[in-house]
């Protein structure tokens, strides 16, 4: 398997703009968790997907933000309008919820807002 | 709400020592403890999980142990190389995982 895997894997866009991230968890991984990490913040959980659905989406920090889960090999996240301090890196994880496997974390998406 | 605390935040130390890096908990429901891996600019790598019905795993060089009673786990590094310099970080598992803010080791040769 290819792990996770995230495109882009660096984004520059103005202020205003529509962004979206996307990612491909690993196969037979049944939850997926979109992060956002800043040197302010650390690392922090947006939401996470399990089996498709959206089970805990209380760290999106804005309505501006949402994500969606069409299916088990693929979820986006979109920022509209994006704003400069949406800089961040932007991770990408899953894993079997039922079972010991560990989280299995992407490259990571590098967004900048300029 | 969990809340995960890493001590050192930062450490240096020479090429062969041995070293301890903590991690501390509030909330003991956890279904595990990961430990990972961050290289600067890098995504995270999975170094350790540790269930919550064990004490401690270890690989290679890493041990981690867990007392999820107190709310603590350790990372242990063996003989420490320059390479293992990064930032370590470890979350704990209920549902989503919390992550502290990581302990940056340098390993100066």
């Known amino acids: 398997d290819a792990g996770v895997i995230q495109s882009p894997r660096h984004e520059v866009t103005e202020m205003g703009q529509e962004v979206t991230l996307r990612c491909k968890p690993i196969?037979?991984?049944?939850?997926l968790f979109w992060y956002r990490q800043t040197m302010m913040r650390g690392l922090e959980l947006l939401i996470y997907f399990n089996n498709n659905v959206p089970i805990d989406d209380s760290g999106m920090p804005e309505d501006r933000f949402s994500a969606k889960m069409p299916n088990a090999s693929f979820s986006t996240l979109k920022i509209q309008p994006s704003e400069p301090r949406d800089s961040a890196v932007y991770f990408c994880a899953s894993s079997f919820s039922s079972g010991p496997t560990d989280d299995t974390f992407g490259s990571g998406t590098r967004l900048t807002v300029v | 709400k969990q809340e995960v605390t890493q001590i050192p935040a930062a450490l240096s130390v020479p090429e062969g020592e041995n070293l301890v890096l903590n991690c501390s908990f509030t909330?003991?429901?956890?279904?595990?403890l990961q430990w990972f891996r961050q290289d600067h600019g890098k995504g995270l790598t999975s170094l350790l999980l540790i269930q919550s019905s064990q004490r401690e795993q270890t690989s290679g060089r890493l041990n981690a142990s867990l007392d999820k009673s107190s709310g603590r786990s350790t990372l242990y590094i063996a003989a420490s190389q320059p390479g293992d310099s990064a930032t370590y970080l470890c979350?704990?598992?209920?549902?989503?995982?919390?992550f502290g803010d990581g302990t940056t080791l340098t390993v100066k040769p």
């Open positions: 909330d003991s429901a956890i279904y595990n």
């Open positions: 979350a704990v598992r209920a549902g989503k995982s919390t």
């Open positions: 196969s037979g991984h049944n939850s």
